[in-house]
């Protein structure tokens, strides 16, 4: 199985500012045949299901706003909301679906300071 | 706008086997998506258990392989999941999802499944 890494568990973050979220997987999930990375993010908060945020690493689903970004390549990745406002409270996960068994990270706690 | 609904037991006695269904609406069964079963203990992460493809293909993570079955019922547009040998370890909030082409981009609301006697 791949091992997802999520750093840090947690992380609290002032109105405005960045945030930054790591994630790196024990093998690589590049598909060399269509140079893409199988690595998404997920956004959830408490009593809902996770909702899709980032897919293949960086390309944002609809409806994201753009303060939200995906990027890395290979083994490492890294979450970015450039802009932290009080709605992007959540808990953010990895997942990897390059092979099978897909796997996610532990996840990260996001908050205000 | 595919919606997800999941539906079955809450309480299931150890030793036993949990049976959840998934209603899809809004969409077929039978579109080029996988469907997919994710569950999140109380308080932990989430977990991939398995998927399915219209056609019949599964792929199952090895941890659950001997003990799980998912299955689709395309008359009914509906997608099962059946975990046998249940022990207080399998409690947990129970997602079904689709995935079009690899990353999960529809989740139901979830069902709470509890293990115990």
């Known amino acids: 199985d791949i091992v997802m890494t999520q750093s840090p568990d947690s992380l609290a973050v002032s109105l405005g500012e960045r945030a930054s979220i790591n994630c790196k997987s024990s093998q690589s999930v590049l598909n060399t045949s269509n140079n893409k990375n199988h690595l998404a993010w997920y956004q959830q908060k408490p009593g809902q299901p996770p909702k899709l945020f980032i897919f293949?690493?960086?390309t944002r689903e609809s409806g994201v706003p753009d303060r939200f970004s995906g990027s890395g390549s290979g083994t490492d990745f890294t979450l970015t909301i450039s802009s932290l406002q009080a709605e992007d409270v959540a808990v953010y996960y990895c997942?990897?679906?390059?092979?099978?068994?897909?796997?996610f990270g532990h996840g990260t706690k996001v908050e205000i300071k | 706008q595919v919606q997800l609904q999941e539906s079955g037991p809450g309480l299931v006695k150890p030793s036993g086997t949990l049976s959840l269904t998934c209603a899809v609406s809004?969409?077929?069964?039978?579109?080029?998506?996988?469907w997919s079963w994710v569950r999140q203990p109380p308080g932990k992460g989430l977990e991939w258990i398995g998927e399915i493809y219209h056609g019949g293909s599964t792929n199952y993570a090895p941890s659950f392989k001997s003990r799980v079955t998912i299955s689709v019922d395309k008359s009914k547009n509906q997608v099962s999941l059946t975990l046998r040998s249940v022990t207080a370890a399998d409690t947990a909030v129970y997602y079904c999802?689709?995935?079009?082409?690899?990353?999960?981009?529809?989740w139901g609301q979830g069902t709470l499944v509890t293990v115990s006697s």
């Open positions: 293949w690493a960086s």
């Open positions: 999802a689709r995935a079009p082409s690899g990353p999960i981009d529809s």
């Open positions: 997942q990897q679906y390059y092979s099978i068994p897909q796997t």
């Open positions: 809004g969409g077929s069964i039978s579109s080029s998506n996988w």
